[in-house]
C-alpha cells in the first residue's frame, strides 16, 4: 500500500487550497483515512478523519473551514481547506489504517500508513 500526498503550495492567510492523497494497492471497505499536521517545532495534530462510511471529524480549530472528501473508486482522499491562517503553515500528512471499522479518536496517531508529507506555508 502506498500512501502519496500532492497539493501543497504557498497561499497568502484567507486563500484557499486543496490537498489529495492517492492511496493504491487497498480493496478493503473498512478503514480510516486521515490529514494530520506537524507545524515546525511543535508536535503532529488530527486534522481531519474519514471512515468507509463517510463519517467525518475534525479538529477544533480547522472544523467549519476544512473539508474531508474521498472518491473511493480513485481511492482519493481530499483535503479542501479554506480561510487559511497562519498556523495552518505545517507538512501535511495522509495516513490510513485498514485494521478500523470506524475512525479513532483525533488524539490516536497510530496508523498503518503514511505518506511522505506536503508541505502548506500559509503568509500572513
Not at 480561510?83 to 496517531?109: E, I, Q
Request: neutral net charge.
Amino acid at each position: 500500500i502506498q500512501v502519496v500526498e500532492s497539493g501543497g503550495d504557498s497561499v497568502q492567510a484567507g486563500g484557499s487550497l486543496r490537498l489529495t492523497c492517492e492511496i493504491s494497492g487497498y480493496r478493503y471497505w473498512t478503514y480510516c483515512l486521515a490529514w494530520f499536521r506537524q507545524a515546525r517545532g511543535k508536535a503532529r495534530e488530527a486534522v481531519a478523519h474519514i471512515d468507509g462510511d463517510g463519517t467525518t471529524k475534525y479538529t477544533s480549530s480547522v472544523r467549519g473551514r476544512f473539508t474531508i472528501s474521498q472518491d473511493f473508486a480513485k481511492r482519493t482522499v481530499y483535503l479542501q481547506m479554506t480561510d487559511l491562517k497562519s498556523d495552518g503553515s505545517a507538512t501535511y500528512y495522509c495516513a490510513a489504517d485498514f485494521r478500523m471499522t470506524v475512525c479513532p479518536n483525533l488524539s490516536d496517531d497510530n496508523f498503518d500508513h503514511w505518506g511522505q508529507g506536503t508541505q502548506v506555508t500559509v503568509a500572513s
